[in-house]
């Protein structure tokens, strides 16, 4: 079983609509959790972290944790065409906080449509 | 202030040649990461450096991988020889220190394919 698990797509949503993103984690111990978005060809690059169960908004974005299910997701309101790219999943399993070892996703490919 | 600095951004090597990376962190940050990115997966952990201490090896694959930082600040990744199998995207990400709720940064990436 894998640690962390991401759709890898292709997610297609066409423009302004709301892109949602999910994943499931094995490792009941982690604490913090985050969403990198990589364009193709390029390095991943931080959209959001969440550490608390619930909701957390920046903007367009906004990050949901369910510890209890094991579950995290990003949802992207009023998706635009430069949304279009890999969304990665990365969790942390360090223990005790005293590590920073992130796990990462597949990732799961979001094309936006025009 | 500058993000994290990787060299080359591309190398094409024949199979049992040697190759190395660069990398230079954001400033002040103590600890380094390096991963390898195969296509279509997400990134994965070779070794985690806090300072010049290598605190996490255990899936960098020592029989031809190597890696230091001498000073605790910039690190090289080396490949001897390196494999087929061994061309993806390598990645040096850096982070304030290493506790669980700080934020990896990722620089560029060198791109390495190996005929």
């Known amino acids: 079983q894998k640690e962390v698990e991401q759709n890898s797509g292709p997610l297609s949503v066409p423009e302004g609509a709301i892109a949602s993103l999910n994943c499931t984690y094995s490792?009941?111990?982690?604490?913090?959790f985050f969403w990198y978005r990589q364009y193709s060809g390029k390095s991943p690059e931080l959209i959001m972290f969440i550490y608390s169960n619930g909701d957390k908004e920046d903007g367009r974005f906004t990050a949901q944790l369910n510890k209890a299910s094991q579950y995290v997701s990003l949802l992207i309101r009023d998706s635009q065409p430069s949304d279009s790219a890999t969304y990665l999943c990365a969790v942390n399993s360090g223990y005790g906080g005293a590590t920073n070892k992130l796990i990462f996703g597949t990732g799961t490919l979001l094309a936006v449509q025009p | 202030e500058a993000g994290v600095v990787q060299s080359p951004r591309y190398k094409i090597i024949e199979k049992k040649q040697p190759v190395a990376f660069w990398c230079n962190p954001i400033s002040g940050h103590n600890t380094l990461y390096w991963y390898r990115q195969n296509l279509g997966q997400g990134p994965e952990l070779l070794i985690r450096?806090?300072?010049?201490?290598?605190?996490?090896d255990s899936q960098l694959p020592k029989d031809r991988f190597s890696a230091e930082r001498l000073k605790g600040v910039d690190s090289t990744l080396k490949i001897q020889p390196a494999e087929l199998g061994d061309s993806a995207v390598y990645l040096c990400?850096?982070?304030?220190?290493?506790?669980?709720?700080?934020?990896?940064?990722f620089g560029p990436g060198t791109r390495l394919l190996v005929l």
């Open positions: 450096y806090e300072n010049e201490e290598a605190v996490d």
């Open positions: 490792d009941r111990g982690s604490q913090s």
């Open positions: 990400a850096s982070s304030s220190y290493g506790g669980q709720k700080e934020t990896q940064y």
